[in-house]
């Protein structure tokens, strides 16, 4: 069996995680879609499944992470570089560690 190159969660995901890194040219197997890396894409990076229109969202295990900045072509490296502001995974983050806990709750 072959080693995975990526993962893909969800199928309403627009972008997949690169297990290794991808060299531009390789080709990945997306569900049963050939998809051409159209940049080097880092380990543990995003590249997209699918054109994402600027503004749209960007989506990662089935949750929204950001809004393209920019049009995205299927098989281009997914970062901060063409994803605008700040991703809506430290929103995640922080609503979920500061909630308040009631009267215990730090002053």
């Known amino acids: 069996m072959a080693t995975p190159k990526y993962i893909h969660i969800n199928d309403k995901d627009n972008a997949v995680i690169a ?3 991808l060299k531009k040219g390789e080709v990945l197997e997306v569900d ?12 543990s990076h995003k590249m997209a499944i699918a054109d994402i229109p600027e503004g749209a969202p960007v989506i990662k295990y089935g949750e929204e992470i950001g809004k393209a900045g920019t049009d995205i072509k299927k098989g ?14 430290q929103k ?13 709750a730090a002053k």
Do not use: C, M, Y
């Open 76 to 89: 281009d490296w997914v970062h901060a570089h063409n994803i605008a502001g700040s991703t809506n995974l």
């Open 32 to 43: 049963g879609e050939a998809i051409t890396a159209r940049d080097d894409i880092p380990q």
């Open 19 to 21: 297990l290794a890194g």
């Open 92 to 104: 995640v983050v922080d609503d979920r560690f500061a909630q308040n806990t009631g009267k215990g």
